[in-house]
Structure formats: structure tokens, C-alpha cells
């Protein structure tokens, strides 16, 4: 029969299972950051390469494909050793949810080779091509949504967040990147597009006020250092430039070719954030799990000095019923092991305090995604279409996607219901 | 290297392993259900025998601690049965919690013989054997807490949360059956007693209130049932009379005894309710379990019919890059996968939702808890300390403790910090 002790220590191990797991999937989600943004990168050149009816990044975009290649590989590695080891050891709670969103992006990935050939061939349109990419890099984002949103130790979640953060609004630079060199090429900006112009840029600036509230002061200097002022002047140039176009003005190219320019810089300027907060994702997981198993360790040892069922004397002491003689050395030791559960215990409680406050950023994203679900129910409408609906009303009311969200979600029960269709 | 369908299946074993681990949890929590009945009937008994110096329940209190011992023996194999289980298979995410609850509660049953050694021979008084049995019945009821907190299935989690709440708020039924005895046998109330007792009353309602919330009509009717008009009547005309006895009043042995015995009545019945509740919860487990080896085989069969690495050709179709030619038959089930796969994450996503809401019923007794972390943290005080402190303050300003609890909270920041006090 196991005593106190050995619970003890049995929850202590099951922490340390969880940061192992927890340092697997902070690994993973570096390497997707360098696919996400290999992706990025290659939809860009695809982009201008179609665009420019294959005569523009001909050349560039083969070693392109082949690092993207390469950092799948690394990507797949990582999915098929988190799965053998999550069936070998204890696994976090949300293990289904990750695999889930994991089995969702694969069949993206396997389908990328048809659609570079396609691209090679000119048999797409630029923004068909954008849209693809798009895609695979939701689908490769909302594995680190998971993660962060799994992961069960504060500060660790913590980073994921601020990772997400950056990723999420990395990508919404980069769909601002394709819009902008689209409307600046056609030399003309309506209302709509300027509206759309003006969410990206609002959406990009949203998820990196969450990636700076948790983030400490070193990414954050690195992160201003990272945007130097002489780019982010000429970003703002353009863009002022781009949502004031009017019809009487020509295509300007030579204008467009210097937004896509400028906003790469910037782009590939962010990767060393994206470097250094995986960087110190790893740290820290080694860090925390170094700590864990030391601890275990002065557990262990402590067990082997007690005799079986100790700690048990005391139990009903503060309940008024000690004795009066004076505490033995053994049941000091007892003592110490009650004081070490009651230690255990309110610090497994402050952490999952703390957890339940930084996944609360997250938050905004699943209310989104719950009101997508709504409507793809009620309106029999595919992701993309609800996502685009959501989109649109936001645009329409100028209001914050999030907003518009949750007015929906208030209203879900006067939806109409899904017409009932005859099985066929 | 594995595909999108290999992870889809993988989501899905997860999803079993926490439901084998939920079934476990769930076995252990009915145990827990019967072991905490018997000590709540020891705990009664004990206290008369002291009363009584030992007159009376003298020939039936070794046939309850016999009756305990078994019931404690099931819940330490189920115990070390959950720990070795967890240990070889996937676990939840909150095994650490768990089974630092079960290190607190150890020690507690450790200590159980020496206990009943100094009641037998008198050297307690009725009112440290009280708070000894309840001090280890809330150890016991907080492994309940943790159970419901950390079920991953939403329909499960609300059987344990009705389950929880019912167990204490029979706990609270038994603290004011023993709290009324003694108010009456003194024959006299002052003007604090009247608002402990009252308090008393106000938990168990709130406790039953959200176990009434979270359970089906047929175990709503079998609690109502069990609730006898006739007992009922009696508890409430006892109630008036003990919180307005004067000191003119003489002491009502008998008053006492009825007391006793009817609330005996009221909550010997409840344990139909309890065992009703355990029940459901077992065959809510085996259904859900069933039917989700049911899918993942259908799962399997599928991946059998399939090529590898398929599901890859239509996803990007919907972003507007598909081919004109009719999908032919390979493609009809490629797209199945990938509809499949967009299920299972969508029905993941709903369950995650909905367990939020779920638990959102516990937060009051986290609240509750943080408070007492803070003051413990702050004031120095032993967890008894603090719970009896933000009692006494409830009690005095008439509110609810998770009113207090929350204040405290709010009011964190201008709490005295802990003096700082030398090494020794």
C-alpha cells in the first residue's frame, strides 16, 4: 500500500511527464516557425512569380522549395515523435485536440507538391496561390494555438502565448505584404480595400500588444531593435500612400516593388524575435525540468529515511488533539513531509491559478472560432466561407472581429435552424 | 512517416485513454462516496460516546470503524491502482493535482487508529473527535474536487460536479447535526450560534443548488423523494426551536436526541441519492467508452481502404485552386478524411467549451481557496486558521464566504506583507 510520500512523489513525476512533454512541444513549434515562415517567403515569390507570368523569382524560388522541403521534413519528424512518445508516457490533457489540429494540416502538406507544380506551370492565379499557402499556414498556426493553450505550467504557457502572438501577427504582416503589392500594382483603392487594408494592419497591431504583455524586457528590446525606424517609416509612407490611391492614379509599379521590399525587410527582420523566443522556450523548459528533477530527487531521498505510513502521527494535530509530550526527531520528519504536501498542493493550485489567467488571452481567438462553428452549423457554410461572413460583417460594421463574434454567439438562439434536408 | 488519418486516430485513442483514466477517477469517487458516509456515522456516534462518557454507542461503534476499515481499504487499492495506471497509460493533465490530494489525505488514514484508540478510552472531547473526523472528510472530499476539475468530457465532468456538490452538502447536513445537538443539549443559543447555524443551513443549500442544477430528472425525482415530508417537517420545527432557544431555556436532552435522529433520517436517505449518482456515472463511462472503440475501429477500417498520405489532393480545393474533372471515386473518400477530421475537431472544440462552463460551477470554491492561500501566505496562519478567519468574517458581516473570499482577493495588493523575520 502506497503512503503520502509516495503520492507525493507520483505528482511530482507526473509534472516532470508533463514538462517533458511540454519541452517536445516547445521544439516542435520552433520548427514551425521556420516553416511557417520558409511558406511565407515562398508564397511571396510564388506571388510575384505568377503575377509576372513566370518571368520574376524563377530562379529564387527553387532553393526556396527545397528549404521548405527541408524544414517539413524536420516538421513531420517532429508530429511522428510526439505521437510514439505521447503513447508511450503520461500525456497533457489536450494531447487529442493537438493531434487533431496535427491530422488537419498534414493532408496540407502532402497536397503542397501538386500545388507547386501547378504554380511552376502558370495554371494558377497569383491570389488562388496566396490563398493556399494561407491556408496550410492557419492550419500550421493553430497547432501552436494548441500547444500554447495545452501547455500546463504558467511560465511556460506564458512564451507559447507570446510565440503564437508573434507568429499569428508575423502572418497578418504578410497577408498586409501580398494586399498591398496587389492594390499598389492596380494603382487604385476603393472603400472596401482601404477598409480591409486598415483590419490587417489593426489585426497585426492587436497580436503584438499580446506578444509584448508577455514577453520580458530583453525580447522586447530585441523586437524594437528589430524594427528599424528608417523601414518602419517607409512602411508607413506606403501604406498612407496605398489607402489614398484614387482611381485617377496610374499603376505604380516601381511603388509596389518597393512595399514588398520594404515590408520583406521587416518580415525577415522578425525571425530573430521568432529565433530568440524559441530559443528561450528551450531554455526554459530545461530549465524547469532540471529544477523538477531535483526536487524529486531530495523526494526520494527523504522516503528512504522514513519508515512506511509516516507522517500520519500529526494529521489531527491542529484539530486540538496532540499530546502533550514534547515532538521525537521521527516525528519532526513527519511534520516536514505534511509541510511539503500542504507546499505542493498550494503551489500546484497558484500555478493553475496563473495558468487560467494567461490562457485567458487566448480567449478571443476561441470565441472566434466558436461563432465560425455556429454559422458553418446554421448556415451550412464551409470554415472559409464562415470565416469570410465574419469577416465581412466586422468590415461592414467596423467592428472588431472578436466583437462581432460575440454579438453573434449572444444571439445564437435566435439563428435560424439548418433547413432539414431529405436524406438522399 | 505517418498521415493526417494515422493523427486523426491518434486523437481519438487519446480521447479513450482519458475516458478509461475518467472511469477509473469515477469508480474511486463512488468508493470515496461510501467511505465518507461511514466516517460521517462514525463521526456521529464517536461524538455521543464521548458525550455520554462512553455509555452510549459503546456496542456500535466497533462495527462501524469495522464497516470503515473495509470501505478504507477499497479506496487505498483504488488509490494505488489510479497511481499505477497512470503511470504504464496516458494520463490527464491535472494527475498532479490529484494525487497531491491523495498525499494530503494518506497521513489522515494513517492517523485513523490512534484516533480511535484515544476516543475509546475517553481522552478526547466530543468536540476535537468532531473536527478530526471532519478535517480528514475534507481531505477526502477535496480528492472529489480535483476528480470533477480535471474530467476532460463535459457530460462526465457534470455528473461529477453534481456529485461533488451533493457529497458536500451532506458533509454540511452532518456538521449541523452535530453542531445542533450540542446547541440543544446546552439548551441555550447566543446570538453567534444562531448565525453559525444558520450559516450551516445557507452551504448545504447552495451545495444542493448546484448539484440540482447539474442532474437529470430521474435523479432529481429520487431526491425529492428521499427527502421524507415527515422528517422535513420535523428538521425545519427543530431548526426554529434551536436558533431561538433563550437562557431561560432548560437543557433538552431529548430535544437533542430527536434532533439527532432526524437529521440521522434525512441523511441516511441522502445516500440512495449518492449511490444513485455513482451508478449513473459508471454507466455513463462504459457508454461513452464503448461507443468511442466503436468509432476509432471504424477509423481503422477506413485507414485500411486507403492509400497513404491521402486526403492530401483536395485540401486546397476550397481555396479555389480545383481541378474541373469529376472527383473520381479515390477522391470521394479523400474528402471524407478530411471532412472527418474537420468533425473531430469541431466536436473538440464544443467539449472543450462546454467543460469550461461546466467547471465555471467550481470556481466558487477555488475562489474560496485562493483567499486562503493569500491569507496564509500573508498572516501566517495554518489553512484551519485561515478557513475559520474568513468564516468568522462572513459571519460577522453576514455574508457569503465567496463574497468575503473575493473582497479579499480584490483587496490583495494593500494586505500587510508577512514580517520579515530573521533566519534562525
Redo the contacts between chains.
Sequence with gaps: ????????I??????I??LDQLARTSELVGVIGRLVHGLQRERGMSNVFLASRGSRFADQRDPQIAECLALEQEV?NG??QL?TE??Q???????????????????????LP??RR?IGVLE?GP???T??F???IVGLLAVVFEAAD?A?DPEISRLLVAMFNFMQGKEFAGQERAFGAATLALGRSNEAQRVQWLHLIESQERCFHVFTDFSSEDVLALWRESESSATMAELERLRRVGTTLTAADAPYSQLSQNWFDCCTRRIDAMRTVEDRLAADLRALCGRKTAQARTELEAYRQLLGTLAP????????D????QAVAPAPYGRVL?RS??DM??E???R???M??ELETVRASLNER?VV??AK?LL?AHRRL???EAHKMLRQTAMNQKRRLVDVAESMLAMADYLPLPDARPPR
Design positions: 500500500m502506497k503512503s503520502g510520500l509516495h503520492f507525493l507520483a505528482a511530482r513525476q507526473c509534472e511527464d508533463e513531420r508530429f511522428d505521437e505521447t503513447r508516457r503520461a500525456s497533457a490533457g489536450n494531447s487529442a485536440r493537438l493531434f487533431s489540429r496535427i491530422a488537419w494540416v498534414l493532408p496540407g502538406l502532402d497536397a501538386a500545388l501547378r494558377l491570389a488562388q496561390s490563398a493556399a494561407a491556408k496550410l495545452g500546463t505510513q509516516s507522517g500520519g502521527a500529526m494529521f489531527f491542529d484539530a486540538g488533539t513527519e513531509v505534511l504536501v500542504q505542493q498542493s498550494q500546484l493550485q497558484a493553475s491559478d476561441k472560432e466558436r462553428g458553418m464551409s470554415e472559409d
